[in-house]
């Protein structure tokens, strides 16, 4: 990725509600269906979390008052918080997304990346899109 700027950021864990599906991207455009279905997106904080080794993708919301996860049927967890690798994707929906799966593996080549945190798309707005890769420090 030519000119792709990248920078070191500590982030604090995020609670979310989330779907669990295959890291594979028709399952991924399903669950975000799915969880839009069930949760509206206006005014809400929306991530994606890849976990490698489990080959599985989180489709994740960050809950508000009033959130019941169990009637809306997701469940809850934490995004790791630590040291990640952040650029930051710009572009229209749907192209923007295809962007995403060949940015993270140029991050990955220069970097010390912890296997033990999935790495995260914070969905900024709808042109906008954090890729954070985890990784090891010292």
């Known amino acids: 990725m030519e000119g792709m700027k990248a920078s070191v950021v500590d982030r604090d864990e995020v609670r979310v509600m989330f779907l669990r599906v295959a890291d594979q991207v028709p399952a ?7 969880l839009e279905s069930v949760v509206p997106p206006k005014g809400r904080r929306f991530y994606g979390a890849f976990h490698a080794v489990a080959n599985e993708y989180w ?8 959130d019941d996860p ?6 809850m967890g934490v995004l790791p918080g630590g040291p990640y690798l952040r650029t930051t994707l710009r572009g229209e929906p749907p192209g923007v997304y295809l962007r995403i799966a060949p940015t ?20 900024r ?14």
């Open 70 to 75: 169990i009637r809306l049927g997701l469940e």
């Open 28 to 34: 991924i455009e399903d669950g975000w269906e799915r």
């Open 125 to 138: 707005r709808g042109n906008e899109i954090d890729l954070l890769l985890p990784i090891r420090t010292g």
């Open 59 to 66: 489709v994740c919301v960050e809950p508000v008052e009033g």
């Open 104 to 123: 993270f593996e140029e991050l990955i080549k220069d970097a010390a990346v912890d296997e033990s945190r999935p790495g995260i798309e914070f969905y």
